[in-house]
């Protein structure tokens, strides 16, 4: 939970000044921490720490912060000059993400005020840049967000950070359970799953469905009954025989009770392996999915892993965020879109209205007709995000989204959907996307952001691919190659 976790400020200073002015610094730095946890901007308390003065304070602190569970990242600040070897001992050992805030305490110069006193007591101009270029010289990822501390958007740029850190800190600790296998013959939703745990830290294991079915045959009547009146609640229901549904959530409550036996928060399932089931959990996956667990179809680990970490980073926000695919196009010259669903698996938290439960064949496989939710996601700015295995190293690529209204009312497609214009534009969009090697499976978001999602990239050590506004398959495919030479060297 977000809640769960804390940001530890630090503030670098040094003896040179008396302690006169180390004590104001304390008591700025105190004060900073407490009025941005009162602005509202910010989704995690920042807790001030120290005003650190020597190697052994850094060093220490940095060892507390790498094995304090709660802790999920450093703010650093230079209200005074710190010179920076004093840092280096202690930055270098630093497994926790870091942002240097540069900012100022005063907003403005105090025309008639200001003396070398207070020179001497405000030195962030150039503090911060000898704290900057340390981290430089040691290669650190770090953010550096610079303005002042109580301005809105550079709180919001420290909070959008902090989601980050924190889907860095989820990531560390996610569990992924695959019910089966990926589909087979598939390339895309393959990959390395010892080199994601050594990157990434995710523990991707296997259960058996027959397992999984023994929880369903364990499923009382109490619990269904229970699980229908969430249904009802949450959904408009079919009229008449309410048998499949009842089934969806006997498989969600087996699910559940297996996802957290097991401490995982995200989970993959193949059509191809429903051994002992009778329907595709379609209702059941995406109802998991609304209370934050990650799901990939077709045995595609990695996207729910990556579902999971992003509904974990916008925690609260209610733009939402789902595993989806690229479907179908319309090229409508001038009014070209994408249409993007799945066989069922859509997340409700980006439907416009509230949701309708169908029950209709599935066309594909050899199971009885499975419940699922039907709706419209809705209009709004986005992204789509894929992590695809290169070969020695990930590449997330994340394109800028644009989802417009429902084009069409399609009264004859049985599953959630939603259409949108990729940046820059969808031919166009298309082209980089696949030059890229991004897979069909995707997360979209609403609330996460191409740049958080570079941050996540960056505090994680792998590449990341950006498509947006400005990009072009000429500039692409040389960042591509760049990019390619850069990882390889970065690997010996
Ligand atoms: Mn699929």
Redesign the pocket.
């Given at each position: 939970m977000m809640k769960d976790y804390e940001f530890w400020f630090v503030v670098g200073s040094q003896f040179l000044y008396g302690s006169e002015v180390l004590d104001t610094v304390a008591k700025r730095g105190a004060e900073i921490a407490e009025k941005l946890n009162q602005s509202g901007n910010l989704p995690c308390n920042v807790v001030y720490k120290v005003t650190a003065k020597t190697n052994q304070e850094i060093t220490e602190l940095v060892r507390q912060a790498n094995f304090d569970a709660r802790c999920a990242g450093i703010i650093t600040w230079c209200h005074t000059f710190s010179p920076s070897k004093m840092w280096i001992n202690g930055l270098a050992s630093l497994q926790k993400p870091y942002c240097h805030l540069a900012t100022q305490y005063n907003r403005e110069i105090p025309n008639e005020e200001i003396d070398m006193d207070f020179m001497n007591l405000n030195q962030s101009a150039h503090g911060d840049r000898e704290h900057g270029f340390i981290a430089a010289r040691l290669r650190m990822p770090r953010k550096v967000v610079a303005g002042y501390w109580q301005e809105e958007s550079v709180q919001k740029r420290l909070g959008e950070w902090m989601r980050a850190a924190v889907g860095v800190a989820f990531s560390k600790n996610l569990s992924v359970m695959r019910f089966g296998d990926n589909?087979r013959e598939v390339a895309v939703?393959e990959g390395d799953k010892v080199e994601v745990q050594i990157k990434l830290g995710w523990q991707v294991n296997t259960w058996p469905v027959g397992t999984l079915v023994e929880y369903m045959d364990a499923v009382t009547d109490a619990e269904l009954e229970a699980q229908m009146d969430i249904y009802r609640n949450a959904y408009t229901l079919p009229q008449g025989d309410l048998t499949a549904v009842y089934y969806q959530a006997r498989e969600e409550i087996a699910m559940k009770k297996m996802l957290d036996e097991q401490n995982c928060k995200a989970f993959s399932n193949t059509f191809q392996d429903l051994y002992g089931m009778q329907q595709l959990p379609g209702l059941a996956s995406q109802h998991l999915m609304s209370l934050g667990y990650g799901y990939?179809?077709?045995g595609?680990w990695k996207v729910a892993a990556m579902t999971a970490i992003m509904k974990a980073m916008s925690e609260g926000m209610h733009g939402g965020t789902a595993f989806m695919?690229d479907y179908t196009y319309h090229l409508a010259k001038g009014n070209e879109f994408s249409l993007g669903a799945?066989?069922l698996?859509v997340c409700p938290s980006i439907a416009q209205d509230k949701p309708r439960i169908e029950v209709h064949p599935l066309g594909i496989g050899d199971r009885e007709a499975p419940a699922r939710l039907v709706f419209e996601g809705h209009a709004g700015a986005a992204i789509v995000v894929s992590l695809v295995d290169m070969g020695g190293r990930l590449r997330l690529i994340c394109q800028d989204i644009e989802c417009i209204p429902a084009a069409m009312d399609m009264p004859n497609l049985p599953v959630a959907r939603v259409m949108w214009k990729p940046a820059p534009d969808l031919a166009t969009g298309i082209e980089c996307w696949v030059t890229a090697g991004g897979a069909?499976?995707t997360v979209l978001s609403y609330d996460v952001t191409a740049e958080q999602m570079r941050q996540w990239a960056n505090m994680m050590q792998i590449e990341y691919v950006h498509i947006g506004a400005d990009t072009t398959p000429e500039k692409l495919e040389e960042e591509l190659f760049l990019k390619d030479i850069a990882w390889k060297l970065r690997a010996l």
């Open positions: 589909m939703t990939g179809g077709e595609d695919e799945h066989m698996e069909h499976h």
